[in-house]
C-alpha cells in the first residue's frame, strides 16, 4: 500500500502592533485545510530569491520566483495565490455569518438586509 503524502494550507493571523491585550506577533486566529490535491516534493531551490513586496493604494503583492499571492488591501481579502503560474485558491475566504432573526428584530430584518447586510461582503 502506498502512503501519498498530504497537502495543508495554513492560516495565521497576528496583531501588527503592540496593543493593551497582546504584543505585536501574537496569534489571533489560526485555521488548517487540508487540500484536495497531491502533494508534490519542493526543490528548496525554488526559493532561492528574496520574495519582493509590492504595494499600490489597494492591493499588496509577495513574489517570487515561483510563488505570487496578491492581498486586496481594502477588504483583507486573498486575491490570487499562484504557484509556478498555476493558481491555487481562485477567490480568498470572505465573511461567512449569520445570526437569524430573533422577536425583537422582526420589524428591522428586511430593512437591515436591504441596506447594510449585503454591503459588507
Do not use: C
Not at 503524502?5 to 501574537?26: C, M, N, R
Not at 489560526?30 to 502533494?39: K, S
Amino acid at each position: 500500500m502506498e502512503v501519498k503524502p498530504l497537502t495543508y494550507i495554513h492560516f495565521s493571523v497576528q496583531l501588527a502592533k503592540d496593543t493593551e491585550w497582546a504584543p505585536a506577533g501574537y496569534e489571533v486566529a489560526f485555521a488548517q485545510f487540508e487540500l484536495p490535491v497531491e502533494a508534490e516534493v519542493i526543490d528548496p531551490d525554488d526559493y532561492s530569491t528574496s520574495p519582493v513586496v509590492l504595494q499600490t493604494h489597494d492591493s499588496l503583492t509577495i513574489k517570487t520566483n515561483v510563488f505570487e499571492g496578491l492581498f486586496d488591501k481594502v477588504t483583507g481579502r486573498i486575491s490570487s495565490y499562484k504557484y509556478n503560474d498555476k493558481k491555487l485558491i481562485l477567490d480568498g475566504p470572505g465573511l461567512n455569518f449569520w445570526r437569524p432573526p430573533i422577536d425583537n428584530d422582526l420589524y428591522v430584518v428586511n430593512d437591515w438586509k436591504e441596506k447594510y447586510f449585503f454591503y459588507i461582503l
